[in-house]
């Protein structure tokens, strides 16, 4: 027994002596060619070996290298696909016979690995992995399978200090996606291995591609079952920097904790616990998620997530992606939201949803279904909205000078405006509701608001919109259709009488100054609408203001070429309500004419390229309308234009028991503007009209006008300078109203011959039967020749210029005869004025004219009539009834023709 222990012991000492002395005896070295022959013959692939390869055996079976290279696949390029600085790895001798595996720290320094795929999408590793295909003809023998001790013996256990790779480049480039990636400066550093224990891991790294760059460190460890199908990561922690466009200059922050196990056996996940900060912790993200069959058709997920209130304003400003200025900074401070997750391979829903936006918090579902074709589904529910908190503060309201008020605005028929309108092309289909306490937007508060969506293949549907504005119902529905070459809309409302003033005011609206002040009170009704981004139709509009109704459709399109069309219908218009109050338009001449800049009348006030683009076609009919108090009634306006010609169709009405109508044409196509107006007023009761315009009847009587009037120009001054055309009136059996013309004249001529006045007449007007006269225009000079007014006792004429429009000034006169006396009167003053022509001159500028009795005509008329009655007693006295009373009055006749 001694002699065979003896031997085993010489042979076992034997065998480690021979295991020291190998890598003296062993020169791996002079294998170079041979290891790199067998990777030529096995891979295709040149391998160059460089530097001393060391050999060790005991106690460790190891191989230290120096510089490997690896070549690359054909078609790829000279670069080697792999190559190390130097490795080292060894195995413990002695545990390989108890076939047990123990290795000492695998170290790798330098490591490059250059992984690609071309054009084409073949990889340089595609031939390493690739099993190349049988030559052998002969059939493959059935062998029986060799038993566990037939085979080559089972490692029963495997545990590797550890790994250790430093300064490493691992680099990817796609030229089918013209994508790339590069780690460098990678290094990885484990704790020892074994399976079914808990391996310490770290590992850095830069990167840089797909136009980022940064940084990426991992350490906690891993633990893996012995079998290799289950993995666990404790105290896991991933820290990133993310740089590049569209980040902060310093990177974005990321940090990534928690817990998971990983089950490949039975394809599950368990990540109890995660937690994402980011962009120094002004971000962060925690829950849960666990996953059963994640590998296969019916993978299952659930978890829980949670987003902490983040002032995301704060976050997108320093993501270089600031909100716009001017909105308002109080919103978005507080905005998180939470929610447990549901998830399949083709749908998902979050449930329990809450979500946070400052004030304001959203609760409900939201769920996905089908991700190849996605529909969304939810529904949400809400305390109070409040819209002002959101938008920005409302512009104050601009003031308008003096000098530029009652000025058009510039209009160019050049420009295209449109409606911008969103393409709805993604295949998403979605269906919900949103249900609010309240709503408040611009002040007005809307109760319990109810909004439904839906959209499908491209059409997005909002019907109905619903909720109580001041306790009256509201109801709107819209749609927006990309189904077609353009995006089209709709919209329908309908509202209960709301009160409208009072719900502007709440939103700050600065109301114009009214007459009335209770109008704009109420407003209801009902009103469709159509368009696309370059027009827009009201179908149907039953709209009541007050106590205006208004119906009918009206359309504008608003391409480089605008296009308005129109047809409403008004049961009554009293527009002196809606008019500023008469103490402001009385005096908004004195303001004007307080104003140290004078009226520019050169400035253009025809905008001739508006017009040219302007196509115009429609109507408007009122049964009462009512301006500057003049009530109308039956007023109707036609208008139409196409092309630079607009025509005003037909404008006419009825009012104090007669007619109007009128015409008016505006054509700028030539050099300068051309308007033409024909009008008529037909047996218009004059005391009415003048009563409601000057409070008081001034005259009466039935009045009839015709005008025919056209002028040219751009401007003010050319308009005025250019103006030509007639005016034609005429009142029959009417009176002028507050003076007896008669009673005056008289009066006044007894007091001019020192004679006491008359008694005055218990009513003071003079009747006519005919007052009437004809206008010509020229070059915007107005003149007279035939004004005329018959009357029982006087006759009126007059002549002369009426209005001198560029030169803004009148001379025109009126004589007054006096035919007989009326009832009260002194014959004998009639009987010196009778046949006497008393001349009124009213001369000067037109906005202040000067009137006045021509007191040298009328002493020289009297002088004269005087005379004359001196004259005929001579003859009635020399000839007596010497001659015929014919021959005496012709020899009257004669001598009153004399100028003397």
Not at 193 to 198: C, D, E, F, I, Y
Not at 723 to 748: F, H, P, R
Not at 816 to 834: H, P, Q
Request: aromatic share 4%; hydrophobic share 40%; charged share 25%.
């Amino acid at each position: 027994m001694k002699r065979i222990v003896l031997i085993l012991s010489s042979l076992l000492l034997l065998l480690v002596v021979a295991a020291m002395a190998l890598p003296f005896l062993v020169d791996l070295n002079n294998y170079r060619d041979q290891i790199a022959s067998a990777v030529k013959e096995a891979t295709g692939r040149e391998l160059q070996l460089e530097g001393n390869i060391k050999l060790t055996v005991f106690p460790w079976v190891g191989v230290e290298t120096g510089k490997v290279t690896f070549g690359n696949a054909q078609g790829f390029g000279p670069q080697p696909m792999f190559k190390v600085e130097s490795t080292q790895v060894r195995v413990k001798l002695l545990p390989l016979f108890e076939k047990r595996l123990e290795a000492d720290r695998i170290v790798a320094k330098g490591l490059a690995l250059d992984l690609e795929r071309d054009a084409s999408g073949r990889t340089n590793w595609q031939d390493l992995v690739q099993k190349p295909a049988s030559t052998d003809p002969k059939p493959t023998e059935n062998k029986p399978a060799a038993s566990p001790s037939e085979g080559p013996a089972a490692i029963s256990g495997l545990m590797i200090s550890g790994l250790s790779i430093t300064d490493a480049t691992l680099q990817w480039r796609d030229k089918m996606k013209n994508e790339s990636m590069v780690l460098n400066q990678f290094n990885l550093e484990t704790g020892q291995l074994s399976p079914g224990q808990a391996i310490p891991l770290s590992f850095k790294s830069n990167y840089e591609g797909l136009g980022l760059q940064g940084s990426l460190e991992l350490d906690g460890r891993v633990q893996s079952a012995k079998s290799l199908d289950q993995f666990s990561l404790q105290g896991v922690r991933l820290v990133g920097l993310i740089k590049g466009k569209g980040y902060p200059s310093d990177g974005l922050d990321l940090q990534l904790t928690g817990d998971a196990s990983l089950d490949l056996a039975a394809g599950s996940l368990n990540w109890p616990t995660f937690r994402l900060v980011g962009l120094k912790k002004a971000i962060g993200v925690g829950g849960s998620l666990q996953g059963t069959d994640i590998q296969g058709e019916k993978a299952a997920w659930q978890g829980e997530i949670k987003v902490d209130p983040m002032d995301l304003r704060a976050v997108l400003a320093t993501l270089g992606k600031p909100l716009p200025a001017g909105s308002n900074d109080r919103s978005l401070r507080a905005v998180g939201f939470s929610t447990k997750l549901k998830a399949s391979n083709d749908q998902a829903s979050l449930n329990d949803l809450e979500v946070k936006l400052d004030t304001l918090e959203l609760k409900g579902m939201v769920s996905l279904k089908d991700f190849n074709k996605p529909f969304l589904q939810f529904d949400l529910k809400g305390g109070h909205l409040d819209l002002d908190h959101f938008l920005p503060p409302a512009p104050p309201a601009k003031p308008v000078s003096d000098a530029d008020k009652g000025k058009m605005p510039p209009a160019s028929g050049s420009d295209d405006v449109s409606i911008p309108l969103p393409t709805i092309s993604t295949p998403l289909a979605a269906q919900g509701s949103i249900n609010l306490a309240i709503l408040t937007a611009r002040g007005m508060q809307i109760a319990d608001p109810r909004l439904s969506l839906t959209l499908r293949d491209g059409l997005l549907r909002l019907d109905p919109v619903e909720g109580r504005l001041d306790n009256q119902e509201v109801r709107l529905s819209a749609s927006l259709d990309s189904r077609g070459k353009t995006p089209r809309w709709e919209a329908a409302i309908k509202t209960a009488p709301l009160p409208l003033r009072a719900l502007l005011e709440k939103s700050a609206v600065s109301l114009p100054k009214t007459a009335d002040n209770k109008v704009l009170s109420t407003v209801s009704g009902t009103l469709s609408a159509s368009g696309d981004s370059q027009s827009a139709e009201i179908k149907r509009m039953d709209v009541k203001l007050d106590d205006i109704t208004l119906q009918g459709s009206m359309g504008v399109a608003m391409g480089k070429r605008k296009a308005v069309k129109f047809d409403l219908t008004v049961n009554r218009l009293d527009l002196d309500r809606y008019l500023p109050p008469t103490s402001e338009k009385e005096s908004a001449p004195t303001a004007a004419a307080a104003s140290s800049k004078p009226e520019n009348e050169d400035e253009a006030v025809i905008p001739v390229a508006f017009l040219n683009a302007l196509d115009l076609n429609g109507q408007i009919k009122i049964g009462e309308l009512v301006v500057t108090r003049i009530n109308i009634q039956d007023f109707l306006l036609k208008m139409q234009g196409a092309g630079g010609q607009h025509t005003l169709e037909t404008l006419q009405g009825k009012l104090f028991q007669g007619t109007f109508n009128a015409n008016s044409t505006i054509d700028v196509r030539g050099q300068q503007p051309h308007v033409t107006w024909q009008g008529n007023l037909r047996k218009v009761q004059v005391g009415p009209l003048t009563k409601t315009l000057l409070d008081k009847e001034v005259m009466t009587g039935s009045g009839n006008l015709q005008s025919n009037l056209q002028t040219d120009g751009l401007t003010k001054r050319q308009l005025k300078s250019n103006l030509k055309g007639t005016v034609d009136m005429k009142v029959d059996d009417g009176a002028i109203e507050g003076v007896d013309l008669v009673y005056q004249i008289q009066n006044a001529y007894n007091t001019l011959r020192g004679k006491p006045p008359l008694m005055q007449p218990k009513m003071e007007k003079t009747d006519f039967a005919e007052f009437s006269g004809s206008f010509q225009i020229d070059k915007g000079v107005i003149k007279n020749e035939d004004l005329k007014m018959l009357a029982k006792a006087i006759n009126v004429t007059g002549s002369g210029l009426v209005a001198d429009l560029p030169g803004n000034k009148m001379d025109y006169v009126t004589r007054v005869s006096l035919l007989t006396a009326t009832g009260g009167l002194d014959i004998s003053a009639v009987n010196e004025l009778r046949g006497m022509q008393i001349p009124v001159r009213i001369h000067g500028a037109l906005d202040k004219p000067s009137y006045g009795v021509a007191m040298d005509e009328l002493l020289t008329a009297a002088a004269k009539n005087k005379a004359l009655e001196k004259v005929d007693s001579a003859i009635d006295k020399k000839l007596g009834d010497k001659v015929s009373p014919d021959v005496k009055e012709g020899l009257k006749g004669a001598l009153k023709g004399l100028k003397f």
